[in-house]
């Protein structure tokens, strides 16, 4: 995943390509699907599908980006998404309590409050930490180091309890595990086909999840992978995955506790314009709050 791939098949035969996955807009809020009136994520994830031919020899290789991405056929051109429990992050789910306005700047995706850090091996990430090694005693001495022991009443010492051996990715210092995929609880359309839109001024290729839903509460990120049904990769028999990102990440609510809806971001109006099957919002809209006055039921009847 990541590397660059010599084809023996398909558009880019005889080329070698790397890819690279970037996610536009991540979705900040859903509602929980059940068994009806299922709502998508919102607003709707969008990535960008990045091409890099590679000419030259290793270890003097260099990279050029696709210039035309006019040019690329689609067709076959597939991302896929998986669905990771977070822990709930304060900044970003006070922000969607709130119903703060997202920021404007041209083609702005939502609020990203959050921002997932790359999984880094050899980076000492886990949110634990320990006691330093203490020096010795004076006169050149050692002893065996005996038990902790801590003042009456004293908080017990935290022990970082063992790291889960696949794990995959870091967001923020929390370690996701590839065990704890929860793809089964997303509904709607995981696959998504590349499209060739406009975007700042130039063609791009982009996917763009317009009918994904979750089937419980919490907070989640997504994976995207994506990968070519028609291009043959030397030395592989089954197609290999090119490239993957892991997005921010969004809360989904129950029905009671969702707040509602922000109006349609700049870039799910571009989109629309172009095409895609979006639900456009040119206005917030607010959960309704429940009316308990029986004569204000009543005059809302009448009305």
Avoid at 93 to 118: E, I, N
Avoid at 195 to 204: F, H, R, S
């Amino acid at each position: 995943i990541g590397a660059r791939l010599s084809f023996t098949s398909g558009q880019f035969n005889g080329r070698k390509v790397r890819a690279e996955l970037i996610e536009l807009q991540k979705a900040d809020l859903g509602r929980k699907y059940a068994r009806k009136d299922r709502r998508p994520l919102d607003p709707p994830p969008v990535v960008q599908l990045r091409l890099y031919y590679v000419t030259g020899e290793e270890p003097h290789e260099e990279e050029q980006e696709e210039t035309d991405y006019g040019i690329i056929q689609n067709m076959g051109l597939i991302c896929h998404v998986d669905l990771f429990p977070v822990p709930a992050s304060a900044d970003s789910s006070d922000a969607m309590r709130r119903h703060d306005p997202p920021p404007s700047a041209g083609y702005a995706s939502s609020s990203a409050t959050v921002s997932p850090t790359p999984y880094s091996p050899q980076a000492n990430q886990y949110p634990y930490t320990f006691p330093a090694p203490q020096p010795p005693p004076p006169g050149g001495t050692t002893t065996a180091p005996g038990p902790i022991h801590q003042p009456y009443g004293a908080p017990p010492v935290p022990h970082a309890p063992p790291l889960p051996a696949d794990i995959v990715y870091y967001f923020k210092d929390h370690p996701i595990a590839e065990s704890s995929k929860c793809t089964e609880s997303l509904a709607g359309t995981t696959f998504v086909q590349a499209a060739n839109l406009d975007y700042k001024g130039n063609k791009v290729l982009m996917f763009v999840f317009s009918d994904l839903a979750v089937k419980m509460e919490g907070n989640f990120i997504l994976r995207y992978r994506c990968f070519d049904l028609f291009s043959k990769v030397a030395g592989q028999d089954t197609t290999p995955v090119w490239a993957e990102c892991y997005g921010g990440a969004f809360r989904v609510y129950s029905t009671k506790e969702f707040p509602g809806l922000r109006a349609s971001t700049d870039l799910t109006k571009h989109l629309s314009y172009f095409g895609v099957r979006l639900n456009l919002r040119e206005t917030e809209r607010k959960r309704r709050k429940k009316v308990d006055d029986p004569s204000m039921v009543g005059a809302m009847k009448d009305r």
